[in-house]
């Protein structure tokens, strides 16, 4: 009972430190960070807090929410609540929140919306949310082609949306044509048609793009926003900066979970049960890789009885090579990620890691033998040993830099599944590496 | 000799298709994407292809370069190429640079740098690259408090930096007071104090701030800049949506690689020297931990010799105890970063996990009992082996979550060497676990 009353004491704690950064935060509408607090209280404390968070202010925080915690918020309210979130949301919101929600609601939020809304909501749902398309925003600035200053000048004084640095110009079949920062309209002669003032070589990105590198775009071009266009260079919107971080940001957020086979919505306080079953997956994909490394040291079960000093330095050969893998594993991931790694360099890259792993190989090949050598007093112990490492590591080199392309080429994601597959390599071929020359050398 | 004359024909290739981009992407300017191809290519093409750049476009493209490719780039210049470098340098692209210069470079660049560049450099230079004022940028607009909307209008008129969205009000000590909207002064009567347009609740980001807090707080501000002030409240500069941009993705880059014992700086293709040394020291750790385990192993020598078995499923118990331990880390990891882990929610946290690792060490430890018992016939070896993996799951989860905090408390960043010590302690616990109830009930 001691320690229920010690958690009891800890929530209430909680709360009402919380609940004053809370207040503070919904004055300044700083959504962002009410969703992380909101997210690092566990479920019956968040879903006391919710209670309490104004209706004003629910559609801003869900939206910038992950998806795990959003959702499990969004089934504790009542419709009569959530008629009231739809009302004030537009196309981009419901399309943000379309994945938490059952479909009948986003019908319900789809029939409380203007036909534009709607209209936009369709266009975006076009695109699946890998691509560009599925994230543009309509709140951009734009002008017929023949336009010039003063109208540009007309259109500045409306209240400008968020992120904006540049006027679209687009031409009579509603095509994207140009592009016109609006610091160079400020101050230039009214008649001046917007043509002459227009950017060269200005960025447009396709709605099928891939959202991430449309979204790399966006930060890099070091303009606040892009043109999206589609597969008829038809303006379909922008993308605008705010939304490029949150999409890149995403996309890290689950090349790091997903190193432990988890999800970037992954909530931290999510139920019991839905956290183990999300888990239970990984583990037994992990298990099963685990059981085919036992498969093979079975083999050796005589060698082992035999020489029980190869069972104890076992797990060294293994872990030596599944470091290495790990380090061309990673570096060519990311080389893949930001398109660096072709079909062109691919060889030279792989040749590079080969030296590196030869190299490290040798030095560690040679330290381990010393060390097993004088550990179990066996100089055979130590060359056996020496040579399994040699063997695992140039291997781990082999298969750190050729897994990650092979699995791009079946259209499998590296950062999910290459450690998974690079780890089995390793254990196995340390395994019999050091198991089988141990069989020949030392029984 | 094949071999090599295959590298050579891939090599003039990569060379040939990569001029054509290159021109292009020179044309628009887009250096990100140059640096990009830079990266990707072997060394010696890497030196033909910069020595074909124009000097006008080289300090554009080293600035966005990650750091190790731009010093090996930098070390190829001659001195004369490095004057043309360093006269169109302002003080930004210093700061940006001057990771990858020697001092005497860094010198010589001052001294072709006017006085107020001069100054703005030392200014940025007593922060430390992970705080906000490293990173301040001194293109912006300010006003005096009193001004009116006619003078941010005339200011508007020249012309305007990148990702500017506000005007910011100082005070008469030079503090920053304000921040007026560009869109509320364009159309706003002339003589209307800009005081009466200003933003409520501005944020304002302190130099000591964390530069990667401070970037993600400019993300999600939906401004394209916050104003950086020093201890005094005087206005230093500002920190922009494109610099922030690059902070954060150089935050998570520097993340996904720490998984790995790598630096984000590691260059594809650095001098197989470099690489293999970046690379032995996170080796030489794990091997540590590896003998660590081997010598827990050892303890059990004679168990080992008696039943063979459990050398043979050994790995197994260990490996599932480390993936259940790496889900838990990388949520709390996550969560620490995002600052959802706190003093008050830990043990909230921690019982959470404690009850998600005794779910699935319970239906883990059932399967994997009833795979030994049916594959080496033994009722003893499955309840053995079943204990061992709940144990060990259980530990796992307990680790993964207290782990990352230790270490954060003792000011280590556990995105680097959380999972070495992790997986030490499932090893350990793991191997000890099972051949010691081996010893116990099987011997």
Do not use: C
């Not at 090349?255 to 997956?281: C, H, I, Q, W, Y």
């Not at 076992?314 to 079909?343: C, E, F, H």
């Amino acid at each position: 009972m001691t320690d229920d009353t010690i958690f009891e004491e800890e929530r209430t704690l909680s709360s009402a430190a919380d609940i004053t950064a809370l207040t503070r935060l919904l004055g300044q509408q700083d959504y962002a960070d009410v969703a992380t607090i909101l997210e690092s209280l566990p479920l019956e404390d968040r879903y006391l807090t919710w209670a309490d968070i104004g209706l004003e202010h629910r559609l801003g925080i869900l939206v910038v929410m992950r998806s795990d915690p959003r959702e499990a918020l969004i089934d504790s309210m009542s419709l009569l609540e959530l008629d009231a979130l739809f009302k004030g949301m537009d196309a981009e919101d419901l399309v943000e929140l379309s994945e938490s929600l059952p479909n009948r609601l986003i019908d319900r939020a789809l029939s409380a919306m203007d036909e534009i809304q709607r209209h936009y909501y369709e266009g975006a749902k076009k695109y699946d949310d890998e691509l560009a398309g599925h994230w543009v925003s309509h709140q951009f600035l734009s002008l017929p082609q023949n336009a010039k200053v003063r109208d540009a000048l007309r259109l500045l004084r409306r209240e400008l949306p968020e992120y904006i640095d540049t006027l679209f110009l687009i031409n009579r079949t509603g095509g994207f044509s140009e592009a016109v920062r609006i610091g160079s309209v400020i101050g230039a002669p009214d008649h001046l048609p917007l043509t002459d003032l227009a950017e060269e070589d200005f960025t447009v990105i396709n709605a099928n793009d891939d959202a991430t590198d449309a979204s790399l775009k966006v930060q890099n071009s070091r303009f606040s926003a892009l043109p999206v266009v589609d597969e008829n260079s038809i303006l379909l919107g922008r993308l605008d900066i705010g939304t490029a971080s949150e999409i890149v940001n995403d996309y890290y957020e689950g090349r790091l979970m997903a190193t432990a086979g988890l999800d970037e919505d992954e909530d931290l306080f999510s139920p019991v049960k839905t956290a183990a079953k999300n888990r239970a997956v990984w583990l037994g994909i992990n298990l099963l890789t685990a059981f085919a490394a036992s498969w093979f040291i079975g083999l050796f079960e005589a060698t082992l009885q035999q020489v029980v000093a190869l069972a104890v330095l076992m797990p060294v050969v293994a872990s030596m090579g599944g470091i290495a893998g790990s380090q061309t594993l990673t570096l060519v991931i990311r080389g893949l990620a930001l398109g660096q790694v072709n079909d062109v360099n691919r060889w030279a890259l792989l040749r590079k890691e080969l030296q590196v792993g030869a190299f490290n190989g040798v030095v560690w090949a040679i330290v381990v033998g010393i060390i097993a050598n004088m550990w179990f007093d066996s100089f055979l112990i130590g060359i056996v040993i020496s040579m399994a490492i040699l063997v695992n590591i140039i291997t781990a080199a082999l298969s750190g830099a050729l897994i990650p392309i092979a699995l791009t080429k079946l259209r499998l994601d590296p950062a999910l599944s290459g450690s998974v597959v690079l780890t089995t390599v390793t254990d196995i071929v340390g395994f019999v590496a050091f198991l089988g020359l141990g069989a020949l050398v030392l029984t």
